[in-house]
């Protein structure tokens, strides 16, 4: 199972809205609607911050929002902060009974 | 709060087992699906095995036949034994609790294990 595929990084100005991509396939983020992300700070463990494509879990800001189109999901930052520098990964569900991760994105805020 | 605490990581020779623990405490192990994620230094994170709430398991290709997860709910601890361990199984070995289901999202982590394969 290849991983799926992000930017390496993506990055914004404070105040400002920037969306990460999650490209699969229809084995995977296009086939089931169990894309999840997390938020990982350095030596920290992740969080999860979005699943079921576009659900929040409790305590989790609303300026994160997910979304999916085809084959590719989307994690998008509202209003953005310094605290929000941090690695973001994508994960799907897959056909073969299985979970992948994307590659990671590093988001940088000016 | 749910609280996962990992231990049993460490330095072992390629070839060598090993066996991860994670006690939970806070939640009722047994009515969660539980994975294990790993993440090689300086590397993005990579799934390595489930287990369903109804015993279930699966594991990633990369693992299949050398790791099998268990879990012993009298004890509330999740397990990994890994077996034939390789270089490139050196990584941060993290257990996760689904939020729902199996797959749709991990809502708690442990601080996780390091796992070093070298001579």
């Given at each position: 199972?290849?991983?799926?595929?992000?930017?390496?990084?993506?990055?914004?100005?404070?105040?400002?809205?920037?969306?990460?991509?999650?490209?699969?396939?229809?084995?995977?983020?296009?086939?089931?609607?169990?894309?999840?992300?997390?938020?990982?700070?350095?030596?920290?463990?992740?969080?999860?911050?979005?699943?079921?494509?576009?659900?929040?879990?409790?305590?989790?800001?609303?300026?994160?929002?997910?979304?999916?189109?085809?084959?590719?999901?989307?994690?998008?930052?509202?209003?953005?902060?310094?605290?929000?520098?941090?690695?973001?990964?994508?994960?799907?569900?897959?056909?073969?009974?299985?979970?992948?991760?994307?590659?990671?994105?590093?988001?940088?805020?000016? | 709060?749910?609280?996962?605490?990992?231990?049993?990581?460490?330095?072992v020779q390629p070839g060598g087992s090993l066996?991860?623990?994670?006690?939970?405490?806070?939640?009722?192990?047994?009515?969660?699906?539980?994975?294990?994620?790993?993440?090689?230094?300086?590397?993005?994170?990579?799934?390595?095995?489930?287990?369903?709430?109804?015993?279930?398991?699966?594991?990633?290709?990369?693992v299949k036949g050398r790791f099998?997860?268990?879990?012993?709910?009298?004890?509330?601890?999740?397990?990994?034994q890994m077996t034939s361990l390789r270089?490139?199984d050196?990584?941060?070995?993290?257990?996760?609790?689904?939020?729902?289901?199996?797959?749709?999202?991990?809502?708690?982590?442990?601080?996780?294990?390091?796992?070093?394969v070298?001579?």
């Amino acid at each position: 199972q290849s991983a799926l595929t992000q930017p390496a990084s993506v990055s914004g100005s404070p105040g400002q809205s920037i969306t990460v991509s999650c490209t699969g396939t229809s084995r995977d983020v296009g086939g089931y609607d169990y894309v999840s992300w997390y938020q990982q700070h350095p030596g920290k463990a992740p969080k999860l911050i979005t699943y079921d494509v576009n659900k929040r879990p409790s305590g989790v800001s609303d300026r994160f929002s997910g979304s999916r189109s085809g084959n590719t999901a989307s994690l998008t930052i509202s209003r953005l902060q310094t605290e929000d520098e941090a690695d973001y990964y994508c994960a799907s569900y897959t056909s073969s009974d299985t979970l992948v991760f994307g590659g990671g994105t590093q988001v940088t805020v000016l | 709060e749910v609280q996962l605490l990992e231990s049993g990581g460490g330095l072992v020779q390629p070839g060598g087992s090993l066996r991860l623990s994670c006690a939970a405490s806070g939640i009722t192990l047994g009515t969660y699906a539980m994975s294990w994620v790993r993440q090689a230094p300086g590397k993005g994170l990579e799934w390595v095995s489930s287990v369903k709430s109804g015993g279930n398991a699966y594991s990633a290709d990369s693992v299949k036949g050398r790791f099998t997860i268990s879990r012993d709910n009298s004890k509330n601890t999740l397990y990994l034994q890994m077996t034939s361990l390789r270089a490139e199984d050196t990584a941060i070995y993290y257990c996760a609790k689904s939020v729902v289901g199996t797959y749709r999202g991990f809502d708690g982590w442990g601080q996780g294990t390091l796992v070093t394969v070298s001579s």
